[in-house]
């Protein structure tokens, strides 16, 4: 009798466990997954794709998100074939668009989306696909914002954006600049750095309105659309670091300073972002 009452609860919670393992190796949609099938004896079938979100995770926001996979087989071939359905569109600066973007995507930053998208895009009910650098970029989601204001019913986000495309091996054209890797800072080393008589020029290259609202104290603001022309503010011969907002426009910003004969040029690793989560200090406000 004793042995029974023990074998019960012992036979309880193995079945317990049992579900919870299944559970756990399930697809969003119920299914279990191939490495589920293969435990259970059963042949694997297809990975799941990602499963489309239903709606941005900022409730305020009333698009929706896609990702890589489901892109990629929207745009499949060339844009000839998908381009009166579908208006891809990078929200990056010109650039980064420049240097490389998904083939058959139109080049519109948020400011530029009121004044530009209704001649680019003249069929309110086309759907449009926003994308910046990934999940930390805001560009592609203030892009779709504006489009929204301007009456844009089906707007949706790629919110892995060009790291994630370009990772899983697709298609990416452009022009790049010349290959050069700067040496990155972190927030302490730069913080360290300030107050010498060597201290570095500070270059935020986020848009003005960013950059108004917290920037590092001491930092000039030279948006990366504006370096090229404004090149003369950033002295040759200066140690330089480059601020972003999360890191995904230093490379591409201390190419263009290298290419331009800015030879000592780091940047803060992981940008402002870093900046402000290590809690150093920021200025806020206009100036």
């Known amino acids: 009798m004793n042995t029974i009452r023990l074998a019960i609860p012992c036979i309880l919670l193995a079945c317990f466990l049992a579900c919870s393992k299944a559970s756990n ?3 969003l949609d119920g299914s ?14 297809p990975e799941v794709p990602s499963v489309r979100i239903a709606q941005n995770p900022d409730a305020s926001d009333a698009f929706t998100l896609i990702p890589t996979s489901q892109l990629a087989a929207k745009i499949a071939g060339p844009p000839a074939g998908w381009a009166s359905k579908i208006v891809l569109i990078d929200a990056r600066t010109r650039v980064e ?3 490389g973007h998904i083939p058959g995507a139109l080049n519109l930053t948020p400011k530029n989306v009121p004044a530009n998208l209704p001649s680019k895009a003249p069929d309110k009910a086309l759907e449009l696909i926003f994308y910046c650098n990934g999940p930390k970029c805001t560009k592609s989601r203030k892009a779709a914002r504006a489009a929204i204001a301007l009456g844009y019913a089906n707007v949706v986000e790629y919110n892995e954006g060009l ?4 990772q899983a091996g697709l298609n990416v054209e452009g022009k790049p600049l010349p290959a050069f890797r700067s040496p990155a800072l972190t927030p302490d080393a730069l913080e360290r750095d300030q107050p010498r008589n060597f201290a570095p020029v500070i270059v935020d290259v986020r848009d003005k309105d960013e950059f108004e609202q917290f920037r590092i104290p001491g930092s000039r603001n030279i948006p990366l659309d504006e370096i090229e022309s404004r090149i003369k503010e950033i002295p040759a011969d200066d140690p330089v670091v480059v601020v972003d907002h999360a890191g995904h426009q230093a490379g591409v910003t201390c190419r263009l300073l290298h290419s331009l004969q800015r030879k000592k040029v780091q940047h803060l690793e992981g940008g402002i972002l870093a900046w402000r989560q290590s809690g150093k200090n920021v200025d806020l406000g206009a100036r």
Do not use: K, L
């Open 32 to 45: 279990p997954s191939s490495s589920a099938a293969v435990a259970a004896g059963q042949p694997a079938g």
């Open 97 to 99: 668009y420049e240097e």
């Open 25 to 27: 190796t399930s697809t």
């Open 163 to 166: 790291p994630a495309w370009a």
